[in-house]
């Protein structure tokens, strides 16, 4: 789920695994941290709060471990290429941005020119 790797011409398999090891602890840490914030309102005594805050706790941690580290690289590694494709219609739409990936084979242009003041 690496798209950048993809186009470096990655295979899908090679993109899933760089993907999970490149956000992989981002979204560990985020799951964790809202995961505490419910469930320290969980602790608190408003009943309707702690139901709440509970099933938002769960659901954050299986959106964390089962959606995110297993289901979506179990899918896009069954799709192989297929994951990333986009039908024509959706490509040849306005407004969507055209992304160039640089490689370590291509050098990264300057936006605008330097200023000198």
Not at 55 to 65: K, P, S
Request: hydrophobic share 55%; proline share 9%.
């Amino acid at each position: 789920m690496n798209p950048p790797a993809h186009d470096a011409g990655k295979s899908t398999d090679e993109a899933v695994v760089d993907g999970l090891g490149y956000t992989g602890r981002l979204v560990t840490s985020a799951a964790i941290i809202l995961f505490l914030a419910f469930a320290a309102l969980a602790a608190g005594p408003v009943v309707q709060i702690k139901v709440f805050a509970t099933g938002m706790a769960v659901g954050i941690l299986l959106d964390a471990t089962v959606v995110r580290a297993l289901l979506v690289p179990a899918i896009v590694s069954l799709l192989g290429d297929w994951s990333w494709w986009l039908p024509g219609s959706l490509r040849r739409r306005e407004g969507l941005p055209e992304v160039a990936v640089a490689t370590p084979t291509t050098p990264v242009r300057p936006l605008a020119p330097p200023v000198h003041v």
